[in-house]
């Protein structure tokens, strides 16, 4: 699915990593079984690509034994991601960096052409409403696709949540599989109302906003888990 957005060219791949340096991004980098590790892009080297040592001094080693390296993070809102083999200790610039081979893929995705993905199983958030009482009070609505730009979202109370288009909604927790709670801010771009065995549902079509680079790799993460699942349901399916 991703193909279209795989870059291959060297040059291409030095393009985006010199970006990610320019711009200090955050790069989230994953070993197979262990906790993500949250970095920074130092340098580019004539053949590798220099990061941070993570504060955590125990995570270093992890990072030099895994035999394959995940990265992630995004540039104004464009999904980066790539893979390595294991990081290489040094110093650059008198201070202790890793030093990684350069990728010879990496995965460019744009915001406006992130695919959204039904979640398999319940996915829900937790969003904030006006009480009766006055003051707030929190509901769960019932999240019906989920991408790296945005999420659809279907109320559990059809008067509880009343959005109009442009409305932004504050502290949404999306309670991610596997990967914990994820607390992001909502602008809603579309409302539809249906009846659903006689009760009124509304779906609100909403965008991130603001994303950090760490949550938008989580997001990237998690919709492309999604991806997996289900190619795996098709060919199930198929079979």
């Known amino acids: 699915m991703y193909e ?3 870059l291959h060219h060297p040059a291409e791949i030095r393009a985006r990593l010199r970006q990610l340096i320019d711009k200090r991004c955050t790069v989230m980098v ?9 970095t920074a892009a130092l340098a580019l080297g004539e053949r590798s690509f220099w990061i941070d ?18 990265f992630e993070s995004a540039i104004e809102l464009i999904g980066v991601r790539f893979t390595t083999g294991p990081a290489r200790l040094g110093t650059y610039e008198g201070l202790p960096a890793l030093e990684v081979d350069l990728p010879a893929k990496l995965i ?3 915001r406006r052409d992130y695919v959204r993905r039904e979640p398999l199983s319940s996915l829900d958030c937790k969003l904030s409403v006006p009480a009766a009482a006055g003051g707030d009070r929190t509901i769960t609505a019932r999240i019906a696709d ?9 109320t559990s109370d059809d008067t509880a949540l009343q959005p109009a288009v442009g409305d932004e909604l504050e502290h949404v927790v999306l309670d991610l599989p596997e990967d914990g709670p994820l607390t992001v801010r909502l602008r809603v771009q579309h409302v539809a109302k249906f009846d659903q065995n006689g009760r009124t549902v509304v779906r609100a079509g909403c965008a991130f906003v603001q994303l950090s680079a760490q949550d938008q790799a989580r997001l990237v993460r998690y919709v492309m ?6 190619s795996i349901r098709r060919r199930e399916l198929g079979a």
């Open 4 to 6: 279209k957005y795989m």
């Open 30 to 38: 994953r070993a197979p079984g262990q906790e993500d590790v949250t």
């Open 53 to 70: 040592v993570p504060r955590n001094a125990e995570l270093t080693p992890r990072l030099q034994s895994a035999e394959k390296l995940r």
């Open 108 to 110: 460019h995705l744009q």
């Open 146 to 154: 989920i991408g790296g730009g945005g999420l659809a979202v279907l």
């Open 225 to 230: 888990h999604l991806d997996r699942l289900h």
